[in-house]
């Protein structure tokens, strides 16, 4: 199962993890207040996770339960470990995003995409 600050969020249902591009960031030559003929090195690039999945509930309640959780993470300053429960973990790393990507299915049980945004900030 995974978890964020030792918290399992989103193991109702199925999730997966996506690194964002890794690297330098660099900034092309250019005109500015300064003219630069050269690109820039501005530094290595925030480590970003993309989490995307399904919250699956037994009830509309019981999915506004879970949605109201991470919310909460969500609106805070969350700041922790992410563990994929596959035996890849990044320390550090902040909640920065949730957003639900589409209406409620309903049926035998409810349920919805999501997908979190996670950035280790420096």
């Known amino acids: 199962?995974?978890?964020?600050?030792a918290l399992d969020l989103f193991g109702s249902?199925?999730?997966r993890f996506v690194m964002d591009t890794v690297?330098?960031?660099t900034e092309d030559a250019g005109y500015g207040p300064t003219y630069w003929p050269n690109s820039q090195?501005?530094?290595k690039r925030e480590l970003r996770i993309k989490q995307e999945g399904r919250l699956v509930a037994s009830?509309?309640?019981g999915l506004w339960t879970l949605i109201?959780?991470?919310?909460?993470?969500a609106e805070?300053?969350?700041t922790g470990?992410?563990?994929?429960?596959?035996?890849?973990?990044?320390?550090?790393?902040?909640?920065?995003r949730f957003t639900l990507e589409s209406a409620f299915d309903r049926g035998r049980v409810f349920s919805v995409m999501y997908s979190v945004r996670y950035y280790k900030l420096s």
Do not use: C
């Not at 199962?1 to 600050?5: A, D, G, P, R, V």
């Open 1 to 5: 199962m995974s978890t964020f600050q």
């Open 13 to 15: 249902g199925p999730h």
């Open 23 to 25: 690297g330098r960031y």
């Open 41 to 43: 090195d501005r530094g």
């Open 59 to 61: 009830s509309e309640a």
């Open 68 to 73: 109201d959780a991470i919310r909460a993470k």
């Open 76 to 78: 805070l300053p969350a």
């Open 81 to 96: 470990t992410l563990n994929d429960g596959n035996g890849r973990s990044w320390p550090g790393m902040t909640m920065v």
